[in-house]
């Protein structure tokens, strides 16, 4: 039976045997020169335009030799960018396995164990080249050693030996030996683009625009530094008499220039030298500095979003939290970029090498995960407990990241009023009632409870009084009632299993409840309260008139 042959996603063959070598190595001597040029050097608006107009037309080296020559010379520019992509190589990365099949959780396995080689994270910096420059390509080098295919490492090489089909500059080829241009090798790169904007990836790059910056700072430096070297120090004024010969002007001019270099002249003591400074040094330089600071921040924005980060300015439009929140919200974009360019060039050529097309692959996911604020989880999940709401341990040990208690550990309980509801009675124990004896759980309709000792109403009395013994009757005719009642409603809920089973309970036997007596009791009591009140009064009114 014929295997089926199979294709990447651009529709090109795999050709194993071509796998196995490697075919984008330099070659000093070859079109693939490692040598780097520096067009950058002079560079004028005029010829800045022309580079970037010869990328236009497909011809991309000079502007990928400026754009490596911007990283080298600019500290602001490397460093924002260097941070962008490290932030990404320091993200999470996890593998999800296609279906829950055990097969597919064995692919998974394989991508997790590959996954934790130490070279990775340089190898991920160097794919994320493609931020500043547009595209990247990485050459996967592949390993058979053991029978099987395994991407012994990810190589990566200069996007100047590569180029576009000049009909929709979009189709990356390479360049062969020979210089011409041949469709990249199936399952052999993983071309990354992660573009800025939309378009042509020749376009997309973060160079591009930085380029422009980058030479308007140049020059910017530039008359700063001839600025600060012809005005910076005190201006020199030799000074001769009238019948100075050549030579004397000449030693004067030698000491002038002297002072200038090596700090030290000597003249003769018929010649004078004068220091003039200079008044408006300083506002002069800080206008060079604004200039210099105000392209750094353009170029902060267009790297990471935001300025606050980089250049301690939070500006008008949010504070820097909010600035961190536009960084982290274009981390989480090219993490997710770099996961799919992975899945499609690396993860899938790779399973298929081993077992053919399958319906499902593995998956890797690269994005931090979400924090949960556990603080107002617990706030709020405490009270629905208490409701009756039934929620399972393992996935709130999970949010909190808690092991299950193994057998005979010692384990943390609460202490306090609280610390015997989360102990529950043991199972189908009995609570004895005046109507009988019944298990946990089990239903039942008129339920009461032995009667406790009277509390001692009298003690929210003040002492003296003039309706203490109303107060104390009150107490001793109502204690036994209250207990009695309360007791069935303890008894109620030590049987129930939840809120809406001691509802059920309730609503049963409250038709059985005696409370007439409780009535009779409280109407006599609020009588004689109001009595006994208006002879206090009456009593107060007329020792206040005497």
């Given at each position: 039976?014929?295997?089926?042959?199979?294709?990447?996603?651009?529709?090109?063959?795999?050709?194993?045997?071509?796998?196995?070598?490697?075919?984008?190595?330099?070659?000093?001597?070859?079109?693939?020169?490692?040598?780097?040029?520096?067009?950058a050097?002079?560079?004028?608006p005029v010829?800045?335009?022309?580079?970037?107009?010869?990328?236009?037309?497909?011809?991309?080296?000079?502007?990928?030799?400026?754009?490596?020559?911007?990283?080298?010379?600019?500290?602001?520019?490397l460093?924002?960018?260097g941070?962008?992509?490290?932030?990404?190589?320091?993200?999470?990365?996890?593998?999800e396995?296609?279906?829950?099949?055990?097969?597919?959780?064995?692919?998974?396995?394989?991508?997790?164990?590959?996954?934790?080689?130490?070279?990775?994270?340089?190898?991920?910096?160097?794919?994320?080249?493609?931020i500043?420059?547009g595209?990247?390509?990485?050459?996967?080098?592949?390993?058979?050693?053991?029978?099987?295919?395994?991407?012994?490492?990810?190589?990566?090489r200069?996007?100047?030996?590569?180029?576009?089909?000049?009909?929709?500059l979009?189709?990356?080829?390479?360049?062969?030996?020979?210089?011409?241009?041949?469709?990249?090798?199936?399952?052999?790169?993983?071309?990354?683009?992660?573009?800025?904007?939309?378009?042509?990836?020749?376009?997309?790059?973060?160079a591009?625009?930085?380029?422009?910056?980058?030479?308007?700072?140049?020059?910017?430096?530039r008359?700063?530094?001839?600025?600060?070297?012809?005005?910076?120090?005190p201006?020199?004024?030799g000074?001769?008499?009238?019948?100075?010969?050549e030579?004397?002007?000449?030693?004067?001019f030698r000491?002038?220039?002297?002072?200038?270099?090596?700090?030290?002249?000597?003249?003769?003591e018929?010649?004078t030298?004068?220091?003039?400074?200079?008044?408006?040094?300083?506002a002069?330089?800080?206008l060079?500095?604004?200039?210099a600071d105000?392209?750094?921040?353009?170029?902060?924005?267009?790297v990471?979003?935001q300025?606050?980060?980089?250049?301690?300015v939070?500006?008008?439009l949010?504070?820097?939290?909010?600035?961190?929140e536009?960084?982290?919200?274009?981390?989480?974009?090219?993490g997710?970029?770099?996961?799919?360019?992975?899945?499609?060039?690396?993860?899938?050529?790779?399973?298929?090498?081993?077992?053919?097309?399958?319906k499902?692959?593995?998956?890797?996911?690269?994005?931090?995960p979400?924090?949960?604020?556990?603080?107002?989880?617990?706030?709020?999940?405490?009270?629905?407990?208490d409701?009756?709401?039934?929620?399972?341990q393992?996935?709130?040990?999970?949010?909190?990241?808690?092991?299950?208690?193994?057998?005979g550990?010692k384990?943390?309980?609460?202490?306090?009023?609280?610390?015997?509801?989360?102990?529950p009675?043991?199972?189908?124990?009995?609570?004895?009632?005046?109507?009988?004896?019944?298990?946990?759980?089990?239903?039942?309709?008129?339920?009461t409870?032995?009667?406790?000792?009277?509390?001692a109403?009298?003690?929210a009395?003040?002492?003296?009084?003039?309706?203490?013994?109303?107060?104390?009757?009150?107490?001793?005719?109502?204690?036994?009632?209250?207990?009695?009642?309360l007791?069935?409603?303890?008894?109620?809920?030590?049987?129930?299993?939840?809120l809406?089973?001691?509802r059920?309970?309730?609503?049963?036997a409250?038709?059985?409840?005696?409370v007439?007596?409780?009535?009779?009791i409280?109407?006599e009591?609020?009588?004689?309260?109001?009595a006994g009140?208006?002879?206090?009064?009456?009593?107060?009114?007329?020792?206040?008139?005497?």
């Amino acid at each position: 039976m014929k295997t089926a042959q199979l294709l990447d996603h651009r529709g090109q063959p795999v050709r194993k045997a071509d796998l196995k070598a490697e075919v984008a190595a330099a070659t000093l001597g070859g079109v693939r020169n490692p040598m780097p040029g520096y067009p950058a050097d002079g560079l004028n608006p005029v010829r800045l335009a022309n580079i970037l107009r010869e990328a236009d037309q497909g011809d991309p080296v000079r502007y990928l030799e400026l754009a490596e020559t911007i990283e080298e010379r600019d500290l602001h520019y490397l460093g924002v960018l260097g941070t962008r992509r490290r932030a990404v190589t320091q993200m999470p990365i996890s593998v999800e396995a296609g279906d829950d099949s055990p097969e597919a959780e064995r692919h998974a396995e394989m991508v997790r164990a590959w996954l934790k080689r130490d070279e990775l994270t340089d190898e991920l910096f160097d794919i994320l080249d493609t931020i500043g420059k547009g595209y990247s390509f990485t050459e996967i080098l592949w390993d058979t050693s053991e029978g099987q295919w395994m991407p012994a490492r990810l190589e990566y090489r200069d996007p100047r030996w590569f180029r576009f089909e000049r009909q929709n500059l979009a189709t990356p080829l390479m360049l062969g030996d020979s210089g011409q241009e041949l469709p990249l090798p199936a399952f052999k790169f993983i071309f990354a683009q992660i573009k800025a904007k939309s378009g042509l990836g020749l376009r997309s790059g973060l160079a591009r625009v930085a380029a422009w910056a980058w030479m308007f700072k140049a020059y910017t430096q530039r008359d700063w530094a001839i600025f600060t070297q012809t005005f910076g120090q005190p201006l020199r004024v030799g000074k001769f008499g009238p019948g100075a010969s050549e030579d004397d002007k000449n030693t004067l001019f030698r000491a002038v220039s002297n002072i200038a270099g090596d700090c030290a002249a000597i003249i003769p003591e018929s010649m004078t030298i004068d220091f003039v400074e200079t008044s408006n040094v300083g506002a002069s330089t800080d206008l060079y500095l604004k200039r210099a600071d105000w392209l750094d921040q353009q170029v902060s924005k267009g790297v990471l979003g935001q300025t606050a980060t980089t250049d301690a300015v939070t500006g008008g439009l949010g504070s820097g939290k909010e600035h961190r929140e536009v960084q982290k919200s274009i981390q989480t974009a090219d993490g997710r970029a770099l996961a799919a360019i992975l899945n499609r060039d690396l993860i899938r050529p790779w399973m298929q090498l081993n077992f053919g097309p399958l319906k499902v692959y593995p998956r890797i996911k690269i994005e931090e995960p979400e924090q949960e604020d556990l603080a107002a989880f617990s706030s709020a999940i405490v009270p629905l407990i208490d409701r009756g709401l039934e929620i399972d341990q393992g996935e709130v040990r999970d949010k909190f990241n808690l092991s299950d208690p193994k057998p005979g550990a010692k384990l943390m309980r609460p202490t306090g009023p609280a610390a015997s509801a989360t102990e529950p009675p043991p199972p189908n124990s009995e609570i004895k009632s005046e109507s009988g004896v019944f298990k946990r759980g089990e239903p039942s309709g008129r339920i009461t409870a032995p009667e406790t000792p009277a509390k001692a109403l009298q003690s929210a009395n003040p002492a003296g009084s003039e309706i203490d013994p109303l107060v104390d009757g009150l107490a001793v005719a109502l204690d036994p009632m209250m207990e009695k009642i309360l007791g069935q409603l303890e008894a109620m809920m030590e049987t129930a299993g939840s809120l809406a089973e001691v509802r059920e309970m309730f609503l049963e036997a409250y038709p059985n409840l005696d409370v007439s007596d409780f009535a009779q009791i409280l109407a006599e009591a609020m009588m004689a309260g109001h009595a006994g009140g208006r002879v206090a009064a009456l009593r107060d009114s007329e020792g206040k008139g005497g």
